[in-house]
């Protein structure tokens, strides 16, 4: 039986204010999952959809990151959970202020755990 190869964890993280919860955000990521190797130029995300402005409010932009520390893929639920852990701990009045999707980059793969 072949064992899976590691793999390269990454996020998507969108938010109003995306600079404001990144900032917020950030120490706690590489505090539970290591430390970043790439952090992308915000990226406009309402140009693709408008669907989290009721919840998360206008202006949302996104940032993905990439860590250090390789994974083996059957973690990602678990960096799943902890992620959604994350965005009940930023959200106010039950509305998320922070998406966070992991996933990971392995050879010609691209993964995110979206709910």
Known sequence: MKIPDMVNLVMFIFASHIDYWFGELKPILVGEFGPLDYVSPNLDFEKYTLYYREEMGQGLMGKLVSFERLIHPSQLADVKLA?????????????????????YIHHTQFVLAST
């Open 83 to 103: 992620t959604m852990d994350l965005e009940k701990k930023f959200s106010i009045e039950g509305k998320r202020k922070i998406n966070i999707d992991p996933g």
